[in-house]
């Protein structure tokens, strides 16, 4: 109920009018979130590569109704890659179809896209297309092929595994060598595509994690295992001892400030380990996902706004 009750505020601009007015909010949201600029993100990787860990980066910004704002994204992306580079910084990104215009027009998104990846390739940076709500899926899949197929092999999707389709996905995708990050999906999504229950959900992922690793062993895909499921890492470990996938086959992925404690453990273990780090002042929708996620999140939040 109250995984539901954050993801539908997450959409609501009166909610997001009031919460980021809140200093404890944003307070909070520095947990999830590395800053609201760009030197804070890069202070973040830095910290990251020192300790063995690339970065995916994501500029804060979603749900853009507007083609100047959509253009302005498209160069905040640019500029961070001039960083990444002056910096000499291990770092990936992530964009959102819909922080580049997506929902104004699918030519303007394409056209915002290629400029980051053709900037990014040249730069040697993979780009993650992040997977939305399921209204974007079939769309976002589509735009990833197509870019391939114009021969930018820089390009990585997303699949959550609460979708019934993922499976079907999944298996295409690896056919296709395209690299998949398996998350378990943030979105409020209905029974009739999405598995409602957690155990399910679960299970889902286990045998697409399996399926994804098998794939990778075949030399089609490098995933990134993304979870902080110390069920699912064990399965991830155990399947790729017995099946001997060596492990720079596929990496683990985290979000910033949350389990940095499994993070390192793996490290040190020898695992690829892949932190997504997400910068900008648009953090609302982003914090309030995560806020869904976790219910524990929810009390330490409350417990901070009565001693305000
Ligand atoms: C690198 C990465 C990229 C992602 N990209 C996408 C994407 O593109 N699209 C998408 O829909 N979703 C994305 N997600 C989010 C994902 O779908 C899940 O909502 C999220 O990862 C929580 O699921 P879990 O696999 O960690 O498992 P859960 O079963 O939810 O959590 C397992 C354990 O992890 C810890 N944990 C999980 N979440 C939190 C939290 N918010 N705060 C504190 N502790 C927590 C807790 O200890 C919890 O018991 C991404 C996640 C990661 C790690």
């Known amino acids: 109920m109250l995984r539901a009750l954050f993801l539908t ?23 999830f979130v590395a800053g609201e600029r760009a ?19 994501d500029i804060l910004g979603e749900s853009i109704d507007d083609a100047l704002q959509s253009a302005a994204m ?10 990444i580079e002056q910096e000499k910084l291990d770092a990936w990104l992530s964009v959102k179809l819909t922080a580049l215009g997506v ?3 699918a030519g303007l998104c394409r056209a915002n896209l290629r400029t980051i990846l053709t900037r990014a390739r040249e730069a040697g940076i993979r780009v993650a297309i992040d997977m939305e709500g399921s209204h974007y899926t079939q769309r976002i899949l589509d735009t990833i092929r197509a870019f391939r197929t114009e021969g930018f092999d820089n390009i990585r999707a997303v699949i959550q595994a609460y979708l019934y389709r993922s499976d079907e996905d999944i298996r295409a995708l690896c056919d296709e060598g395209i690299g998949v990050r398996l998350c378990k999906g943030a979105y409020k999504e209905p029974p009739d595509i999405a598995y409602p229950r957690k155990a399910d959900v679960d299970a ?21 295992i993304a979870t902080h499921d110390e069920n699912l890492i064990d399965a991830a470990k155990q399947h790729a001892t017995e ?7 596929f990496e683990f992925q985290m979000l910033h400030g949350v389990r940095r404690d499994l993070q390192h453990q793996l490290v040190e273990e020898g695992y690829r380990m892949r932190v997504y780090v997400p910068f900008g002042v ?20 409350v417990r901070n706004l009565f001693r305000e």
């Open 243 to 249: 099946h001997q996938i060596a492990l720079d086959r």
């Open 103 to 105: 929902d104004i027009d």
């Open 39 to 57: 030197e804070e993100a890069i202070a973040a990787i830095r910290e990251l590569n020192a300790q063995g860990i690339p970065a995916t980066v």
């Open 74 to 83: 498209m160069q905040s992306y640019l500029s961070f890659i001039d960083l």
């Open 204 to 224: 889902a992922y286990h045998h697409q994690m399996l399926a994804l690793l098998n794939a990778a062993k075949a030399g089609r895909g490098y995933p990134g």
């Open 9 to 31: 505020l997450s959409n609501a601009k009166w909610a997001e009018k009031i919460v980021t007015t809140w200093p404890v909010a944003r307070r909070m949201a520095r947990r």
């Open 282 to 301: 648009a953090w609302y929708a982003y914090f309030m996902r995560r806020l869904a996620e976790r219910p524990a999140n929810l009390w330490f939040f």
